[in-house]
């Protein structure tokens, strides 16, 4: 069972474009992370997200949490190349020091 | 944050063989992870590598096959034994320093002929 499912898995847009990338959980979670891998590297944490509600901004980025702690959204604007990437959410519960990893978001931005 | 090498980078093997990978990272960690990243896919978590004690196993994942060693709280090592082509995958290993938060190195890129 994929306990955290993201959307789309994979999106192909032009330089310029905005886009949402979703997070989505039946189950609450105590904060929950995004990363952006690029090919051939390891995952870079971008945020982590840790209260109900709470919205993040980096540059272009905008992260937001739901209110009951199930999901999240990534909001890039003017999207340009060098966000082309693999986003992954993942999620973490009180008590276990593990994560769970959504599937992932393929993003490929063209000049 | 935190630096994190990995050693091999890539490699290609051949079945029946064993690779062991290493993981250093810049100053001491109480907690190590190692993860599996088939091609394409998202990461799956193999094992938490516990200095001083033996390695916690994520489910389909075995001590025999994985062994995994955490001498000091800088270093780990996962060996992949007895591979087969179903083997090759990206191999990651990550430290928490801040609770729910994970910083991984950059992967060992492992392809099994």
């Known amino acids: 069972t994929q306990l955290l499912e993201q959307s789309p898995q994979f999106l192909s847009i032009q330089e310029g474009e905005n886009l949402t990338v979703y997070c989505n959980s039946s189950?609450?979670?105590?904060?929950l992370q995004w990363y952006r891998q690029e090919p051939g590297e390891g995952p870079v944490l971008l945020v982590t997200?840790?209260?109900?509600?709470e919205v993040k901004k980096l540059k272009r980025l905008t992260f937001q949490f739901g209110d009951a702690r199930k999901d999240s959204s990534l909001h890039i604007t003017a999207a340009q190349p060098g966000d082309t990437g693999l986003y992954l959410c993942?999620?973490?519960?009180?008590?276990?020091?593990?994560?769970?990893f959504g599937k992932g978001t393929m993003l490929l931005v063209s000049p | 944050s935190a630096v994190i090498s990995q050693k091999p980078s890539r490699d290609i093997c051949q079945r029946g063989t064993s690779l062991t990978i290493q993981c250093q990272v810049d100053?001491?960690?109480?907690?190590m992870f190692w993860y599996r990243q088939q091609p394409g896919q998202s990461l799956t978590l193999i094992a938490t590598?516990?200095?001083?004690?033996?390695?916690?196993?994520e489910s389909g994942f075995v001590i025999d096959k994985f062994p995994i060693s955490r001498p000091n709280l800088t270093f780990s090592t996962l060996t992949v034994s007895n591979m087969s082509p179903e083997d090759s995958s990206i191999y990651l290993c990550?430290?928490?320093?801040?609770?729910?938060?994970?910083?991984f190195g950059p992967g060992t890129r492992l392809t099994v002929l």
């Open positions: 590598a516990n200095q001083g004690s033996e390695a916690t196993y």
């Open positions: 997200v840790v209260t109900g509600g």
């Open positions: 189950s609450v979670f105590s904060s």
């Open positions: 990550s430290v928490a320093r801040e609770p729910d938060t994970q910083y």
């Open positions: 100053s001491q960690v109480t907690m």
């Open positions: 993942a999620g973490a519960k009180a008590g276990y020091s593990t994560l769970t």
